[in-house]
């Protein structure tokens, strides 16, 4: 999939300056910044590499930037600047902007050498009043952390990016009864840019019946074989298991759709014979992100957790809150991706629901550190984010499902009431990593407020 697989986020970074300070030295600090920032992973520098001082400089480096379609500005000052400078780059980009000050120089000459901070203040205040919220960063041109910043900046923009162009298959709607998982298509896209098509549950059947008979073996041999117990799949269940997998693979792949949001069960069950949690968690577990219960956002957050952590996440319900021991207990009918299964603990593909025809994997997830979150709306169509931070404890499987007690680093207590008082939609993601810091960034640069609850 393109979404998670992106291209290099390409950053424009310009240095302001005004010669009544050291614009020489804002010129050589910015020579070593440039070279430094050449070697961020997945970023391209897109680079003007004269000081822009006049308002005609100004003019020169925007036409050059827009040549190079860029995916986020950086605007650095150098020294302090006449503050139309950087509202006419915030005028003609429509783009995440990071304003960085450097700390003046260690040796004093009796008066403000660079003056950065100040000029970078007077840019964050009149952009914000502009209606512009430009991240800020205020570090030494070789601070390996300033570098550091500068690169979650851009991949965040990238992600930014990458979101406008992602287009979800929604699969028969969203399951009986969970009106809160609906998505009003318009508002998303106008908001993110995301594209939503809605595919009819026939098409799919149509989809996974057909597939061809040599795949369709393939499958039948492979994809149950990954699960350590299918004691309770019949033969049958097990071809329409392979071949929903397929069919849910060409759908993607005919369509081009970067993720999927599938009705999986309720009338899927009825009309092919199994729902399709099991499919999901073997999908998820490949790399097609597939949102179950018809849940884009849920799919959109998936997708977005995956690229920041690196790895699958895990979209669940959050079955049981015990304030005692700030603990919550994580736990969906069976369409956790595989990887994120305990070593060492059987990985289960049981028949438990929809009158047999459940078809949903069953472990333990691991132990590790994650960030809880969710991407939904408030119910007036306005986008929002939740998140929290805590450690995935051992867990052990009382019940059938995929499953995971999680230690809160806030209060489990909070998050609950958060979640029941306002509205939150019941699917939450649990990703591994730490990645609320670069949440932020990106819900900065999408305008969404983000709640954490600490």
């Known amino acids: 999939m393109t979404f998670l697989s992106p291209t290099p986020a390409r950053l424009g970074v310009v240095c302001l300056a005004r010669l009544t300070f050291e614009a020489d030295l804002a010129a050589a600090w910015y020579k070593q910044a440039l070279s430094a920032l050449g070697a961020l992973d997945g970023v391209e520098i897109a680079a003007v590499e004269t000081l822009v001082i006049e308002q005609p400089d100004a003019a020169a ?17 150098g020294t302090f600047a006449l503050g139309g400078l950087a509202q006419q780059f915030a005028s003609a980009f429509d783009l995440p902007i990071m304003l960085w000050a450097w700390p003046e120089p260690a040796e004093q000459t009796g008066k403000l050498r660079l003056n950065s901070l100040v000029g970078a203040h007077v840019n964050a205040s009149n952009l914000y009043k502009l209606g512009r919220r430009p991240q800020t960063l205020y570090g030494a041109a070789d601070d390996p952390q300033s570098l550091a910043a500068v690169g979650r900046f851009a991949r965040t923009a990238g992600l930014a990016r990458d979101l406008r162009r992602l287009r979800i298959g929604l699969i028969g709607g969203h399951a009986p009864g969970f009106d809160n998982l609906a998505v009003n298509k318009t508002a998303l896209r106008r908001a993110l840019g995301v ?3 809605e595919v009819g549950l026939q098409a799919l059947i149509a ?4 597939a061809p008979a040599k795949p369709q073996k393939a499958a039948r041999a492979e994809v149950p074989g990954v699960f350590d117990d299918t004691s309770e799949v019949t033969p049958q269940q097990a071809d329409l298991f392979a071949s929903l997998v397929l069919g849910l693979q060409s759908l993607a792949a005919d369509n081009g759709f970067d993720a999927l949001a599938l009705k999986c069960w309720g009338d899927l069950a009825e009309a ?3 729902a399709g949690c099991g499919a999901v968690a073997v999908l998820n577990n490949s790399g097609l ?21 690196g790895t699958p996440a895990f979209l669940s319900d959050i079955a049981s809150v015990e304030r005692a021991d700030n603990t919550g207990f994580f736990w969906h009918i069976g369409c956790a991706p595989l990887c994120l299964a305990a070593p060492g603990r059987p990985k289960h593909l049981y028949s438990h629901f929809a009158g047999g025809k459940g078809l949903s994997a069953g472990f333990a997830l691991k132990p590790g550190r994650l ?5 939904g709306d408030d119910g007036r169509g306005n986008l929002r984010c939740i998140a ?18 999680v230690r809160f680093d806030g209060s489990a207590g909070k998050l609950l009431d958060e979640l029941l008082s306002n509205g939150w939609e019941h699917h939450l993601a649990l990703a591994y990593g730490e990645i609320i810091p670069d949440l932020e960034l990106l819900c900065r640069a999408l305008n969404i407020p983000l709640t954490v609850v600490n």
Request: net charge neutral.
């Open 61 to 77: 480096a925007v036409a050059d930037l827009q040549s190079r379609r860029i995916d986020a500005l950086v605007l650095v000052s």
């Open 272 to 274: 092919y014979g199994i």
């Open 371 to 375: 960030t809880v979150l969710r991407f």
């Open 388 to 405: 929290a931070s805590g450690e995935a404890l051992e867990t052990e499987m009382t019940i059938r499902g995929t499953v995971s007690r």
């Open 195 to 197: 594209e939503v098509v």
């Open 207 to 210: 989809k996974a019946k057909s």
């Open 289 to 309: 992100v597939v949102g179950c219960e018809g849940d884009v956002m849920g799919a959109i957050t998936t997708l977005v957790a995956q690229r920041l952590c």
